[in-house]
């Protein structure tokens, strides 16, 4: 059993930040790549940005320079910091983790999402 849990969402008004987390825990070999996700209503999951287990990260293009993906290792947690928060921002976000199990499968992960508001 893997658990992915979100925390961190809220309401803010337009030009805030809010610092999202995602603990994994459960049956966990290694994590892999790990990664944001958000889905605004009535629109499809769009990818927000990913960290690789080395550190390295990529975003979406709406998102560079607003938005601060990074990870414990030693906690399996991963972080997003947004800043300069948009209405648009306006979304549920989803953590996503690629790990080994100790049963010794390979397979992603999702948590079950935070809400995040911003008024303007």
């Known amino acids: 059993q893997v658990q992915l849990v979100e925390s961190g969402g809220g309401l803010v008004q337009a030009g805030g930040s809010l610092r999202l987390s995602c603990v994994a825990s459960?049956?966990?070999?290694?994590?892999?790549?790990m990664g944001w996700y958000r889905q605004a209503p009535g629109n499809q999951r769009e990818w927000v940005a990913t960290i690789t287990s080395g550190g390295t990260t990529t975003y979406a293009d709406s998102m560079k320079g607003r938005f601060t993906i990074s990870r414990d290792s030693a906690k399996n947690t991963v972080y997003l910091q947004m800043n300069s928060l948009k209405p648009e921002d306006t979304a549920v976000y989803y953590c996503y983790a690629n790990m080994w199990t100790t049963g010794g499968v390979m397979r992603g992960y999702w948590g079950q999402g935070t809400q995040v508001n911003v008024s303007s």
């Open positions: 459960g049956s966990i070999f290694r994590l892999n790549a």
